[in-house]
């Protein structure tokens, strides 16, 4: 495993990091979920991000559960807020109010005193940037939050978060967007704006949910059981990039990966860590033995040459409006 900073902050966090969205809670079982954590620890793993929203708070007390009794001080825990948990006016947004009572549920559920990095999972128009900032801020004075970080903000966020939060003397040290060879509208802003201001990248989805691991073939059904066919997460996020053009050229890169001694997901996680802004990819596993592959990613350098024959078969397929950014 190898490591990397936090934007720049003194966090180290590894390369590739361990994620629950819709594995944990919901879509597999939890003495699987268990091993898949067991595995990611194997690996050399210690950033473990997750959200209070994802399975409806369950992927928190699953993430708990399964790491309750490794050393705390070896781990990062991630976790997010936004989203709504519950059905009151004030279970939802960046309020101080839920963003206060949000982190002690999450800490409940996590099994921990302390969250090493709070992130913001979306940017809340309807509540004052200050009042949010403020909020995060006096977590972290209380010593239940180390480091504070946004996620799918757009680069203008980015900037006027940045200011508040240095003014309150608790920077913003990242950023979680969708990234990945196919999903690219964080380059030409985001980046930029975030190199800045010192925040680094945890890019999720650097898979494109699956589909850069060159399992599904441009017409034929998706393999059953895969997250193609999952009715209750799955199915949804990926259908975008169910597209005979899209497929057939993730088969095109097989051959790239191959004179590398990779797979096409092992090289879709090596490509989004070539860019020096990320400090991590995500990854998720519905099977211990996904962890195990993917990892191999790590430490793996392309040169140029390798870079622009990705993008010759990709051509004009990659996503790269910045306006496409999710907030």
Request: charged share 20%; hydrophobic share 40%.
């Given at each position: 495993?190898?490591?990397?900073?936090?934007?720049?902050?003194?966090?180290?966090?590894?390369?590739?990091?361990?994620?629950?969205?819709?594995?944990?809670?919901?879509?597999?079982?939890e003495e699987t979920a268990a091993?898949?954590?067991?595995?990611?620890?194997?690996?050399?793993?210690?950033?473990?991000?997750?959200?209070?929203?994802?399975?409806?708070?369950?992927?928190?007390?699953?993430?708990?559960?399964?790491?309750?009794?490794?050393?705390?001080?070896?781990?990062?825990?991630?976790?997010?807020?936004?989203?709504?948990?519950?059905?009151?006016?004030?279970?939802?947004?960046?309020?101080?109010?839920?963003?206060?009572?949000?982190?002690?549920?999450?800490?409940?559920r996590l099994q921990t005193d302390?969250?090493?990095?709070?992130?913001?999972?979306?940017?809340?128009?309807?509540?004052?940037?200050?009042?949010?900032?403020?909020?995060?801020?006096?977590?972290?004075?209380?010593?239940?939050?180390?480091?504070?970080?946004?996620?799918?903000?757009?680069?203008?966020?980015?900037?006027?978060?940045?200011?508040?939060?240095?003014?309150?003397?608790?920077?913003?040290?990242?950023?979680?967007?969708?990234?990945?060879?196919?999903?690219?509208?964080?380059?030409?802003?985001?980046?930029?704006?975030?190199?800045r201001e010192g925040l680094g990248?945890?890019?999720?989805?650097?898979?494109?949910?699956?589909?850069?691991?060159?399992?599904?073939?441009?017409?034929?059904?998706?393999?059953?059981?895969?997250?193609?066919?999952?009715?209750?997460?799955?199915?949804?996020?990926?259908?975008?990039?169910?597209?005979?053009?899209?497929?057939?050229?993730?088969?095109?890169?097989?051959?790239?990966?191959?004179?590398?001694?990779?797979?096409?997901?092992?090289?879709?996680?090596?490509?989004?860590?070539?860019?020096?802004?990320?400090?991590?990819?995500?990854?998720?596993?519905?099977?211990?033995?996904?962890?195990?592959?993917?990892?191999?990613?790590?430490?793996?350098?392309?040169?140029?040459?390798?870079?622009?024959?990705?993008?010759?078969?990709?051509?004009?397929?990659?996503?790269?409006?910045?306006?496409?950014?999710?907030?």
């Amino acid at each position: 495993m190898e490591f990397r900073r936090l934007g720049r902050s003194g966090l180290s966090i590894s390369e590739i990091a361990y994620g629950n969205w819709i594995t944990h809670g919901s879509q597999v079982e939890e003495e699987t979920a268990a091993q898949c954590v067991r595995a990611a620890l194997d690996a050399g793993i210690t950033t473990f991000d997750t959200a209070d929203v994802y399975a409806g708070t369950r992927a928190e007390a699953v993430l708990g559960r399964a790491l309750a009794g490794q050393r705390r001080e070896s781990l990062e825990i991630f976790t997010k807020v936004y989203f709504p948990t519950g059905e009151g006016p004030n279970d939802r947004g960046l309020g101080r109010k839920h963003v206060t009572e949000s982190c002690h549920a999450s800490l409940r559920r996590l099994q921990t005193d302390y969250l090493d990095l709070y992130q913001a999972h979306r940017f809340d128009p309807t509540t004052p940037l200050e009042e949010t900032m403020s909020a995060f801020a006096d977590l972290v004075r209380q010593g239940k939050v180390l480091y504070v970080g946004v996620s799918e903000w757009s680069a203008e966020q980015i900037t006027q978060g940045a200011e508040l939060a240095r003014e309150l003397g608790v920077p913003l040290i990242s950023n979680q967007p969708q990234y990945s060879m196919l999903w690219r509208v964080i380059e030409s802003q985001v980046v930029p704006a975030s190199e800045r201001e010192g925040l680094g990248q945890i890019v999720w989805s650097p898979l494109a949910q699956g589909a850069l691991t060159g399992k599904y073939l441009p017409g034929q059904p998706p393999p059953a059981g895969s997250r193609a066919t999952d009715e209750n997460s799955g199915k949804d996020f990926i259908s975008r990039w169910m597209r005979d053009d899209v497929l057939s050229a993730v088969q095109e890169l097989k051959p790239i990966a191959s004179d590398l001694g990779l797979n096409t997901g092992q090289l879709a996680l090596a490509w989004v860590l070539q860019n020096s802004n990320v400090s991590a990819a995500i990854i998720g596993a519905s099977r211990p033995e996904q962890v195990a592959d993917n990892v191999q990613a790590c430490g793996v350098v392309l040169e140029q040459d390798v870079l622009d024959r990705i993008d010759a078969v990709l051509g004009d397929l990659p996503q790269t409006d910045p306006r496409l950014t999710q907030s």
